[in-house]
C-alpha cells in the first residue's frame, strides 16, 4: 500500500479537526483529557507561524484517481536544543483502524523523519 501523502490545509477537503483531536484520543481513552476546540487546532496549525505540520495519508485506488479521504496523519513540530541543535518533534501517528498494518503509519514517519537523513535535524 503506497499512500499519497499531502501537507493539511485548513478549509479544503480532507482532515477534520474533530478527527485530528478525537481520533487519537479515543483512541487511547483520553478523550475526556482533550482541552483545545477545532478553532485553536486551525489558529495553532496555520497561522504566520505555525505551531505544528501535519502530514495527511489518503489511499490512492487505482493509478490516476483521486485520492479518497484522509486514513491516517502524523502530527508534528521542529524544536531546538542548546545541546543538540535541530530537533523534530513526532506529536501523534494515527491510522483510522481499518486501515492499519498496511505500512501508512510507516510512511507518514518516513515522510516526517526526512528532515532527519538529510542531518539538518535530530529525532525526538
Not at 502524523?74 to 494515527?94: I, K, P, Q, T
Amino acid at each position: 500500500m503506497n499512500p499519497a501523502r499531502r501537507p493539511w490545509r485548513p478549509g479544503g477537503a480532507g482532515l477534520s479537526p474533530s478527527v485530528c483531536m478525537y481520533g487519537i484520543a479515543e483512541h487511547h481513552q483520553l478523550r475526556h483529557q482533550v482541552t483545545i476546540g477545532a478553532q485553536d487546532l486551525q489558529a495553532d496549525g496555520f497561522g504566520p507561524n505555525p505551531f505544528y505540520h501535519c502530514l495527511l495519508a489518503e489511499l490512492l485506488p487505482r493509478p490516476g484517481e483521486l485520492p479518497g479521504p484522509p486514513v491516517g496523519y502524523a502530527l508534528f513540530f521542529f524544536g531546538y536544543s542548546v545541546n543538540h541543535g535541530r530537533l523534530v518533534y513526532l506529536e501523534n501517528l494515527y491510522v483510522e483502524a481499518p486501515y492499519r498494518g498496511r505500512g501508512i503509519g510507516k510512511t507518514l514517519l518516513s515522510e516526517v523523519a526526512k528532515p532527519i537523513y538529510s542531518k539538518t535535524h535530530k529525532f525526538s
